[in-house]
Nanobody, 117 residues
């Protein structure tokens, strides 16, 4: 079993920044993919960014150049630095973990990010 706990959400003005963190615990294989997804009000969950254990990254077009995903494998932690936030970034952000040795993807409970003046 894997547990994921997100933190760092909150209310921020347009143009501001936030840093999300997600700590994984439990059965963590060294080869894995951790990532961030989000669900905006009335919309389906969508990919934000992913990072593999060898530091390969992938971003949604809507966040490229504004968001940066990083990870600390020793701490089983993934981060999402969000800059130049826009109202359309408002969503619940979920951390995920998966990989070739996992039978399923694991999800955190989410952290709310609200971008509003």
């Amino acid at each position: 079993q894997v547990q994921l706990v997100e933190s760092g959400g909150g209310l921020v003005q347009p143009g501001g920044s936030l840093r999300l963190s997600c700590v994984a615990s439990g059965r963590i294989f060294s080869i894995n993919t951790m990532g961030w997804y989000r669900r905006a009000p009335g919309k389906q969950r969508e990919l934000v960014a992913t990072s593999t254990s060898d530091s390969s990254t992938n971003y949604a077009d809507s966040v490229k150049g504004r968001f940066t995903i990083s990870r600390d494998n020793a701490k089983n932690t993934v981060y999402l630095q969000m800059n130049s936030l826009k109202p359309e970034d408002t969503a619940v952000y979920y951390c995920s973990l998966g990989g070739p040795y996992y039978a399923m993807n694991y999800w955190g409970k989410g952290t709310l990010v609200t971008v509003s003046s």
